[in-house]
């Protein structure tokens, strides 16, 4: 596995050492919170690109569904009602 250095002032460092004492390594707590800021920045980007789409989707065809038909959508499925998914209209 390749190294990596990582410069912190030293208040932090004796935070991550003392977050950290619970267990697990200083080395292992910043590997872990490392890797769920990747994957907190990978699900953003997600997000914004689906929005993204949605946004251009509906300036091109101009279809929306109505928020309150989709509320009751939600509400039936949630009570365990069969419901029929709400349809699209024109913007």
């Known amino acids: 596995m390749p190294t990596t250095t990582l410069k912190l002032p030293e208040d932090l460092k ?3 050492v ?3 004492a619970a267990g ?3 080395h292992a707590f910043m ?3 490392i890797a769920r800021q990747i994957e907190w920045a990978e699900r953003r980007r ?4 689906r929005a993204l789409a949605a946004e251009e989707e509906v300036a ?3 279809l929306v569904h109505d928020g309150d038909e989709v509320l009751s959508w939600f509400e ?3 009570a365990g009602r069969k419901s029929a998914r709400p349809k699209k209209h024109p913007l």
């Open 14 to 16: 004796e935070r991550v």
């Open 18 to 20: 003392a977050a950290a």
């Open 24 to 26: 697990i390594t200083p």
């Open 31 to 33: 590997v872990d919170a």
């Open 46 to 49: 997600e997000f914004v690109d």
């Open 60 to 62: 091109r065809y101009g």
């Open 76 to 78: 039936a499925r949630a």
